[in-house]
C-alpha cells in the first residue's frame, strides 16, 4: 500500500484514514480557496434534513484543474455543513487524496465535536462495479476537521482514459455521510462495558489486531502461549514468546487498550513495516510457523498442529484401468471461493468437486499412458479450531488488476461437515469423530482492493453474545451483526420520502467477512478452558507487575506535576565530563545533569540542604547561578541568586527565572576550591567582576576540553592572566597562547580572536562567557595539523556529519559508512563515494536520497550537481537523514541526463517474437532517430525495409510517431512503444484504400457483456468495395490461425466499445467512412475469438492486494 503520513499512534484509524495536511505538517485548520463552480446534487434529501444522506459530485475538466486542494458544493447532513476535498494530483503521494470537511469549521463555537460514518467514492463510468470506495468513521473537531484518505487511488489508474474513472474528462464522486450523535465517542470505556479491552492501531496494523484478538480468545492457544519457555533476561523487543506472553497478559489483566509495538519489534519489523497493509491471512501463517518454530523443544511442542492442523488428500483415479494415485497433505486454514458460491457449504462442495480428465486433458498414468481420469480432493481430518479463508480477493486477468468481490456470501452458525453423509470425507477419515462446528470468530474487510479497515466479531465463550473488537474500541453486538451483516451484497437504503415514489436506492456492502473461525463441538470443553495467574510465568508476572506500578507511578507524577518542580543543577564536574565528548558547543547538556523534582512551596534555602547532602558541599560554600537563554541561542549562567531571592519558595523563583518556559529551573552551582581542594566561602562578587569560561584546543589531537573558570576585572587585561592559563593547561608560564571567544554556533559557527591588549570590558565580554584558547600555532605545524585553529576546528566539529551509504539495489542493508561535512558540495560527495568504491570517475556515481518516512529510497535520483550541498541531500520535508543511496552507471551521469532511455518492443514481420530493445539518445532526437538506431539492432526482412514507431496502451493503438516528433516528451512508462516493418502494401496505397484499426476482443459475461480488448492490435488496408469474406482471408493468412479455430471467429465494427457484428457479404470500408473528434481508435474492426494465449505468471498467492509486500518476522 502506498506511503502515507502515520498518525499518532493513539489514533484509532487505519492507515489511509489520516486528517488532511499537507503531508508532514500535521493536522492543519483549512484555509478557505475560492473554488470554480462544479455540480453537485444531494439526494434522498427530506424537508427535515436525515441523519445520513448520499452526495453526488460531478467534477467537469479535471485533469485541467489546476488548484492543489479542490472543495465540493456545501450540503447538509444531520442538521450540520459538510463539504468534500480533493487533491486532484495527490497530497505529497502518487494517488488521490480525499477526505469529508467540516464546511463551516473555522465558525463553530470553541470545543465543537461531531462524530460520523463516511464513505467516499469515486464512480467507475463504464460500470459501476470497479467504483473505488473506502469507509471509516471519525469523531470530528477543531483540530481534526477533516478526515478521509490520502491515498484513495492511484492517480495513474484514475487519470487511464480507459479505466472509466475519468470520462470526457468528468469525474464523479460520491459521499454518503450518517450522523451519529455519540456524545460519549472518546470517553467510552471498553473494558467496564464489555470486560475486554482493545488493541492500539499502529497506523496499519488493524489486520494484525483483528487476528491477534481471534488467537487470544482461543483460550487454549493463549494457555500455550504463557507456557512457553521465556526468561527474565529476555526482553519483549528481541522476543516473540515474551512479546506475544506480555500482550496477551495484558488483554488480560488491564483496563485500558493495548499496544503492539513491541510485538511488531519482536517480528524485526521497522515502522514502515507496521504502515504497510498486509494480509490477514498471510500474517496468521507466518505467526503460526514463528511460534511453531519456536515451541519445538518446549512443553507446548505441537500446539499449533494440535489445533489448527487438518489434512486432505489429493487423489487421480483412471476410470477404465485399475489405478489411482493419492497424495496427502496437510493445512493450517483453507481457502474458500466465494465467486459464485451463496455459502460455505456450496465452497466446500466445489473444494471437493471432481474434475474430469479427459480429451486433450488425459492423465498419464504410470505403464497404462494417457488415461480418462477423474480428480480430486477429500478431507482425512479436520482440525478443532478450522481457520476458513473467504477469497474476497481475486485476480482479474482482463483488467490485469486485483477486485474484491463483495458479493452475498452466507454462513451457518452451525456448520455440519459430516453432512450428506460425509460427502467431505476421504475413505480413510474417521468416522467416530463428529464433525459439527460452532462459529467462534467473524473477520471483516470494510473497503476496497486498494485498503480498508479490518475488525472481528468474537463471541469468546461461545455464548449468544457477540463482541466488537474493532482496534481500541470493544462493543457488546448482536448475533445479526455478526452473521447477517457480513454476508455482504446489496442493500437497499431506507427512502427518506416514501410518498413520492422514488425507487429504492440498493448499494454494494463494501463491509463483509474475510476470515472465520470454527471450533469443534466435541473439542470446545478442551479449547475454551480456563487460563489463569497460575498459567502465567513467575518472572512475566514479576516484570508486567514491575511494569503496571512504573506506569501508576508515571500517571502519579502527571497528575501531581502541577505541584511540583524540577531542578536541574549543572556543576563544574558536569562541564568537565561532557565538553568535547557528548558536547563542543557552549556548556552543558542540562538532560545530563543531576536534577531534583522538588514541591513548589520548599523555601530554596531547604532545597540548598538537599544539595549539600548529594553533593557533599556545605550550605555556606554554595552558590547558585541562573542560567539565561541569549538573543543569539546560546545558554549561559547569567547572574548569581540574591539573598531576597534565596529566602523565597523554589516555584516563586522559577517563575522568576523563567517566564516562558516555566517547567524547569536551571542552576549552575559555583564552589571556589582552595589549594587543599577543600571548599571555601565564594567570593564578593562586584559589578566590576566577570565569570569566564575556558575551553583549551589541541589543534595535534583534534581535542577540545574544559579547562575550568575564571573571575576576572572588567579593567582588567587578558594578558595579566596568560601565566594562569598556562598553569591552568599544564604549559610553561611564558608559553604563547591564542585567545578566542565562542560567540555562537547556529546557524553558523562564530568565533572570534580577542586582541590580549585590550580590557575584557572593551572586548564585550560578560559573565558567561566562553574563551577558548590554544597554543600559538607554528607556521610549520600549520601542514601537520587539518584544523590549525579553534575556529576551523569549532566548524568542522559543527558540519560533520557521518553519512550511510548504501547501494540502491539493496536499499536496507548499510554498505559503508563515510565522515563528510554538511558544507561539501555535489562534486566534493560523489569524489569521496568514488575512492571508497575504488572508481576513476566520480561522474559516474548517481546518488538517490532517503525518504525519512517510507524508509526507502526517493523515487527520482539526485541530478548531476542539482543540488549545492550534502545539507541538501539529506533533507526530507522538515526532517534530516544520515543516509544516500548510490548507483554505479555505465556512462557518467551528466552524459545520461542529457540522453532520453526508451524501452520499445520490436515486433519481427516474418518470425513470431517480439524484442525489447532500450534506447539511449540525445533528448534533442527525433523519432526517426530512434528508428535509425533500431535498425543496427534489428534483423530485417530486408535491407531497405522502413520502420514504424506506434503508441500501444491496452491491446489498443492510439498514435503512429511522426518520425519529427521530439523523443523528449514520449512516455514509455505508461505506454507500450512498439516498432514494426511497414508493410510494402501499405506504402502504396490507393485514394479510395483505408488504414483501419483491427483489435482482438472477448465478452466477459461477468462483466455484462463489456467488450475486453486482448493481444496484438494491427493495421489492415481495406480496399474500396472489399467485402468481409475477403478481408478474412487476408487477416488468416496475416495471422496464420487454422481453419477450425478461424471458423469460429466472430468479425464486428465496434465505435465507442458497442459491437455491430458483420456478415460475410456486408462492404466493410462502407463502415470506416466517419473521422470524428475520437480519432481513429474509437472504430475498429474487431476479431472476436477467445484469449487462448498462456497468461503470465503472477505471483502465487492472488489474494494479496497489489501493492503489497509479503508478510516477513525477521526473527
Not at 467540516?102 to 461531531?114: E, F, I, N, T
Amino acid at each position: 500500500m502506498t506511503m502515507m503520513t502515520p498518525p499518532p499512534l493513539d489514533q484509532e484509524d487505519d492507515e489511509m484514514l489520516v486528517p488532511h495536511s499537507d503531508f508532514v505538517e500535521g493536522p492543519q485548520p483549512m484555509e478557505v480557496v475560492p473554488q470554480p463552480e462544479a455540480a453537485s446534487t444531494v439526494e434522498n434529501q427530506a424537508v427535515e434534513d436525515p441523519p445520513s444522506s448520499r452526495f453526488t459530485w460531478t467534477i467537469e475538466n479535471f485533469s485541467r484543474l489546476n488548484t492543489k486542494k479542490h472543495y465540493s458544493d456545501i450540503f447538509f447532513v444531520g442538521g450540520y455543513k459538510w463539504r468534500v476535498l480533493i487533491f486532484p494530483k495527490g497530497n505529497n503521494v502518487d494517488q488521490l487524496s480525499m477526505y469529508l470537511d467540516v464546511a463551516d469549521s473555522a465558525s463553530l463555537p470553541y470545543g465543537w465535536s461531531r462524530y460520523a460514518q463516511f464513505s467516499l467514492a469515486v464512480i467507475n463510468q463504464i460500470h459501476n462495479k470497479y467504483s473505488v470506495r473506502k469507509d471509516t468513521q471519525h469523531q470530528f473537531n477543531a483540530r481534526e476537521s477533516d478526515w478521509g484518505f490520502t491515498s484513495f487511488m492511484p492517480l495513474s489508474e484514475l487519470y487511464d482514459p480507459s479505466r472509466g474513472y475519468l470520462v470526457n474528462d468528468t469525474c464523479i464522486v460520491e459521499a454518503e455521510v450518517a450522523v451519529r450523535r455519540v456524545v460519549d465517542y472518546w470517553t467510552y470505556d471498553s473494558k467496564k462495558e464489555t470486560g475486554y479491552v482493545g488493541l492500539k492501531n499502529q497506523g496499519a496494523t488493524c489486520y494484525m489486531n483483528s487476528l491477534l484478538q481471534t488467537l487470544y480468545h482461543i483460550p487454549y492457544f493463549r494457555k500455550a502461549v504463557y507456557h512457553m519457555p521465556t526468561t527474565e533476561n529476555d526482553m519483549p523487543s528481541g522476543s516473540i514468546p515474551l512479546a506475544l506472553q506480555s500482550l496477551f497478559y495484558k488483554l488480560q489483566y488491564t483496563d485500558n487498550s493495548v499496544a503492539t509495538k513491541e510485538l511488531t519489534k519482536s517480528f524485526g519489523w521497522d515502522t514502515y513495516d507496521s504502515f504497510m497493509q498486509h494480509d490477514v491471512q498471510e500474517l496468521n501463517r507466518v505467526l503460526c510457523e514463528k511460534l511453531e518454530d519456536k515451541m519445538k523443544g518446549t512443553v507446548v511442542e505441537g500446539t499449533i498442529q494440535q489445533l489448527f492442523e487438518g489434512h486432505h488428500m489429493n487423489y487421480i483415479e483412471c476410470i477404465n484401468v485399475d489405478y489411482k494415485s493419492t497424495r496427502k497433505e496437510s493445512f493450517y486454514d483453507l481457502q474458500l471461493d466465494v465467486k459464485g458460491c451463496r455459502d460455505v457449504y456450496a465452497s466446500f462442495d466445489k473444494y471437493v468437486e471432481v474434475e474430469r480428465l479427459e480429451g486433450d486433458n488425459k492423465y498419464h498414468a504410470e505403464q497404462h499412458g494417457l488415461q480418462d481420469a477423474k480428480k480430486g480432493v477429500l478431507f482425512i481430518d479436520f482440525p478443532p479450531v478450522l481457520q476458513l479463508q473467504l477469497k474476497r480477493f481475486e485476480y482479474d486477468f482482463m483488467r490485469d488488476t486485483m477486485v474484491k468481490i463483495n458479493d452475498r456470501y452466507e454462513f451457518p452458525l452451525q456448520l455440519d461437515l459430516d453432512r450428506e453423509n460425509g460427502r467431505y470425507l476421504s475413505p480413510d477419515a474417521d468416522r467416530r469423530v463428529r464433525n459439527l462446528y460452532t462459529l467462534h470468530s467473524v473477520l471483516v474487510h470494510s473497503g476496497g482492493v486498494h485498503g480498508g479497515h479490518y475488525y472481528a466479531f468474537i463471541r469468546p465463550t461461545l455464548t449468544d453474545q457477540w463482541f466488537k473488537f474493532d482496534d481500541e474500541r470493544v462493543t457488546k453486538e448482536d448475533v445479526k451483526r455478526a452473521l447477517e451483516e457480513q454476508y455482504g451484497g446489496e442493500e437497499e437504503l431506507p427512502q427518506t420520502n416514501p410518498g413520492f415514489n422514488n425507487t429504492p436506492f440498493k448499494f454494494t456492502k463494501y463491509s463483509n467477512a474475510y476470515m472465520l473461525v470454527y471450533i469443534r463441538e466435541s473439542d470446545k470443553d478442551k479449547i475454551i478452558c480456563n487460563v489463569d495467574e497460575k498459567d502465567i510465568a513467575e518472572h512475566l508476572r514479576m516484570r508486567l507487575k514491575k511494569e503496571q506500578e512504573e506506569k501508576e507511578h508515571k500517571k502519579k507524577e502527571k497528575a501531581e506535576a502541577h505541584l511540583y518542580t524540577i531542578i536541574k543543577v549543572a556543576r563544574n564536574e558536569d562541564l568537565a565530563e561532557q565538553i568535547g565528548r557528548d558536547i563542543y558547543f557552549d556548556l552543558v547538556d542540562h538532560d545530563k545533569v543531576r536534577s531534583f523534582r522538588i514541591q513548589k512551596q520548599m523555601p530554596f534555602n531547604v532545597f540548598k540542604e538537599d544539595v549539600a547532602k548529594e553533593f557533599g558541599i556545605p550550605v555556606q560554600f554554595q552558590r547558585f547561578w541562573l542560567w539565561a537563554k541569549r538573543q543569539n541561542h546560546t545558554y549561559r549562567p547569567n547572574r548569581p541568586l540574591t539573598h531576597q531571592e534565596e529566602m523565597q519558595s523554589v516555584g516563586q523563583l522559577r517563575e522568576v527565572s523563567n517566564k516562558a518556559h516555566n517547567a524547569e529551573l536551571k542552576l549552575f552551582l559555583e564552589v571556589e576550591l582552595g589549594l587543599d581542594l577543600r571548599p571555601l566561602p565564594p567570593p564578593d562578587k562586584t559589578k566590576e567582576d566577570i565569570l569566564l569560561f575556558f575551553k583549551l584546543y589541541d589543534c595535534e589531537k583534534e581535542e577540545l576540553r574544559y579547562l575550568g573558570r575564571l573571575f576576572v576585572k572588567g579593567a582588567g587585561k587578558p594578558a595579566e592572566i596568560l601565566t594562569k592559563l598556562n598553569e591552568m593547561a599544564g604549559f610553561p608560564p611564558n608559553e604563547e597562547i591564542e585567545l578566542y571567544e565562542e560567540i555562537k554556533f547556529e546557524p553558523t559557527v562564530m568565533c572570534e580572536h580577542i586582541d590580549k591588549k585590550l580590557t575584557f570590558r572593551v572586548s564585550q565580554l560578560e559573565d558567561g562567557d566562553i574563551i577558548c584558547f590554544q597554543k600559538s600555532p607554528l607556521v610549520e605545524n600549520d601542514e601537520q595539523c587539518r584544523y590549525p585553529d579553534v575556529p576551523s576546528f569549532l566548524e568542522y566539529v559543527h558540519n560533520r556529519q557521518v553519512v550511510h551509504f548504501r547501494s540502491l539495489e539493496k536499499p536496507k542493508e548499510d554498505d559503508f559508512c563515510l565522515e563528510l561535512s554538511k558544507l561539501f558540495t555535489y562534486d566534493d560527495v560523489v569524489e569521496r563515494v568514488a575512492r571508497q568504491l575504488g572508481l576513476d570517475d566520480p561522474t559516474k556515481i548517481r546518488l538517490t536520497s532517503h525518504n525519512c518516512y517510507s524508509q526507502q529510497p526517493k523515487p527520482q535520483p539526485i541530478k548531476f550537481r542539482g543540488v549545492e550541498h550534502l545539507s541538501d541531500m539529506l533533507v526530507h520535508y522538515n526532517q534530516t537523514s544520515d543516509i544516500l543511496y548510490y548507483e554505479v552507471l555505465d556512462i557518467p551521469l551528466p552524459e545520461l541526463q542529457g540522453l532520453k532511455t526508451l524501452k520499445v518492443a520490436f515486433h519481427h514481420s516474418t518470425k513470431d517474437e517480439v524484442v525489447i530493445h532500450t534506447i539511449r539518445l540525445p533528448k534533442q532526437s527525433t523519432v526517426g532517430d530512434v528508428i535509425n538506431d533500431l535498425k543496427t539492432k534489428v534483423e530485417l526482412s530486408h535491407p531497405n525495409a522502413e520502420l514504424r514507431l506506434l503508441e500501444v496502451f491496452y491491446h489498443k493503438i492510439y498514435k503512429i510517431f511522426p518520425p519529427s516528433e521530439k523523443i523528449e516528451n514520449i512516455n514509455d512508462q505508461y505506454w507500450t512503444l512498439r516498432a514494426e516493418e511497414i508493410p510494402e502494401e501499405e506504402k502504396n496505397l490507393g485514394p479510395q484504400d483505408r488504414l483501419i484499426h483491427v483489435y482482438h476482443f472477448t465478452k466477459d459475461a461477468a462483466q455484462n457483456q463489456m467488450v475486453q480488448n486482448f493481444g496484438e492490435p494491427f493495421f489492415l488496408i481495406i480496399h474500396e468495395g472489399e467485402t468481409l469474406a475477403e478481408v478474412k482471408v487476408r487477416i488468416q493468412k496475416k495471422l496464420q490461425v487454422p481453419d477450425e479455430e478461424f471458423s469460429k471467429w466472430k468479425f464486428a465494427f465496434l465505435s465507442l466499445g458497442r459491437p455491430e457484428y458483420l456478415q460475410d457479404t456486408d462492404i466493410v470500408s462502407s463502415r470506416f467512412q466517419r473521422r470524428d473528434v475520437y480519432g481513429a481508435w474509437e472504430q475498429y474492426l474487431g476479431l472476436e475469438h477467445s484469449d487462448s494465449a498462456p497468461k503470465r505468471a503472477y505471483a502465487a498467492n492472488q489474494n494479496r492486494h497489489t501493492f503489497e509486500k509479503p508478510v516477513k518476522i525477521y526473527n
